[in-house]
């Protein structure tokens, strides 16, 4: 017999499809930009200098995406929904004086030269595109203020329309600016992606206001009355996703002392890119949790098991059938050592897919309950488990390729859910609050 709580699998699916579509669909927008600055008459400096410039575009907007997340979880009513929007507009300025700082100064050509080692040739392009890429980061940030209210008050067909414009206004400026000739700049990219970003703001700030004009004005049932504390939910999972973005930087420079340095880097970003479009079918289960766990945990843990198995079967079958070296050749170009180097690294990510839905979902356990500081030190232990898997796997076989990075990157995901699953234990076992201020001191 039902309970007066039971969620239907129906509902969670007309709740997820849209969150996991809009997800998958991401990926098509750097398809569009990479296809047009491809075309360019020096392809090689226009697309090194904006993909140096994205590397910390994606490290700042880290800190914007999140707001999403703090959002969904936290805003339930008027008082709540201002303090949000207080809270996100202190980190979006925050966010952009740090980027005027390094579009504007000595900082940004130390920063670009010295630490990513941009040459002298491709430093100004580089400059000119991160000038452009940093009001992508306002935009993102408020897409993801609104989308997070869209999520909470299940609407999430929203995200998918709001890409599916992205993508048609990031597509149509594509071909105007080939059909004119202007593709000829790094910073075109940048120009693309703001177009795009843009109006999928606008699209989900305008159903997102109307949502929050709608919501009571106090909640006596809910607790979010102070900035503090959305600030102590929002920094740690700042950290923690601050955290994770030095993973792939880190596995790319030891992949370079590796015996083919090019060919492993090369098959191991083609691995990683095909694993990310497949877990980005999962990557919204928190928002699962966040919505429905409370009201009914054994439906949402049941979804979750069936949904968390997609990715790990498409991987299987494009790591150990024909079909993934149709793909590989048809579709995103490689052959050769590069093409078997590129199914190896894919087989050695079975792992990592295995393990990303289930920390999505422990992560989405620990929002709801307000204890997002277990994720920094989760994060943690999965880049000191992937430096030291790393180390070990590059001085014992030197010619592993790209296999290297996803096999050591495999381990410290695998790391991570073991560490996630021991403090969700501990923390059912004991007093929250206690174990926390035990495991910051």
């Not at 392809?43 to 880290?62: N, W």
């Not at 914007?64 to 980190?91: E, F, G, H, W």
């Not at 004005?217 to 973005?245: C, G, W």
């Not at 995103?332 to 050592?337: F, L, N, R, Y």
Request: charged share 10%; proline share 3%.
């Amino acid at each position: 017999m039902k309970t007066a709580n039971h969620i239907s699998f129906r509902a969670l699916l007309f709740f997820f499809i849209p969150l996991g579509l809009s997800a998958s669909l991401v990926t098509i927008s750097h398809v569009i930009i990479n296809s047009t600055l491809a075309r360019a008459p020096d392809p090689a400096i226009v697309i090194a200098s904006y993909s140096i410039a994205m590397s910390l575009f994606a490290l700042l907007e880290r800190c914007a995406v999140i707001l999403r997340q703090t959002c969904s979880t936290l805003v339930r009513d008027q008082v709540s929904y201002k303090l949000m929007r207080n809270a996100t507009t202190y980190v979006l300025s925050v966010i952009f004086l740090l980027s005027l700082l390094i579009a504007y100064s000595p900082l940004g050509e130390w920063f670009f030269s010295y630490l990513l080692g941009v040459s002298d040739h491709t430093l100004q392009p580089t400059i000119d595109a991160y000038r452009v890429l940093m009001f992508v980061t306002l935009f993102s940030g408020i897409r993801c203020l609104y989308q997070g209210i869209i999520i909470s008050n299940m609407k999430t067909k929203w995200l998918t329309i709001g890409m599916i414009i992205r993508l048609a206004v990031m597509a149509l400026i594509s071909w105007f600016l080939l059909a004119n000739d202007l593709v000829k700049h790094g910073y075109i990219g940048a120009v693309i992606f703001l177009s795009g970003m843009a109006v999928e703001a606008l699209v989900s700030s305008l159903e997102g206001r109307l949502i929050a004009k709608k919501l009571p004005d106090k909640m006596e049932s809910h607790a979010v009355t102070k900035q503090s504390q959305i600030f102590r939910f929002y920094n740690p999972l700042m950290i923690a996703s601050l955290i994770a973005v030095s993973i792939t930087p880190t596995i790319n420079a030891v992949l370079g002392w590796s015996t083919k340095a090019e060919v492993a880097i090369a098959s191991y970003a083609v691995a990683i890119s095909v694993v990310h479009l497949l877990n980005s079918i999962t990557s919204y289960i928190h928002q699962i949790v966040i919505n429905f766990y409370k009201k009914d945990k054994q439906t949402v843990l049941r979804f979750t098991i069936m949904v968390s198995l997609i990715p790990t079967i498409l991987l299987l079958v494009l790591g150990y059938t024909p079909v993934g070296i149709w793909g590989l050749e048809n579709i995103i170009g490689v052959s050769g050592e590069l093409l078997e180097q590129s199914i190896l690294a894919l087989r050695f990510f079975v792992l990592f897919t295995l393990c990303f839905p289930w920390i999505d979902f422990s992560n989405g356990i620990l929002m709801i309950r307000g204890q997002t500081k277990v994720m920094s030190f989760s994060q943690i232990g999965n880049v000191i488990a992937t430096v030291i898997a790393l180390l070990i796997l590059i001085f014992t076989f030197p010619s592993g390729g790209g296999a290297i990075g996803s096999l050591a990157q495999s381990i410290g995901f695998f790391t991570e859910l073991v560490i996630l699953f021991y403090f969700l234990k501990a923390l059912d076992k004991s007093n929250p609050g206690r174990l926390l201020k035990k495991i910051s001191s």
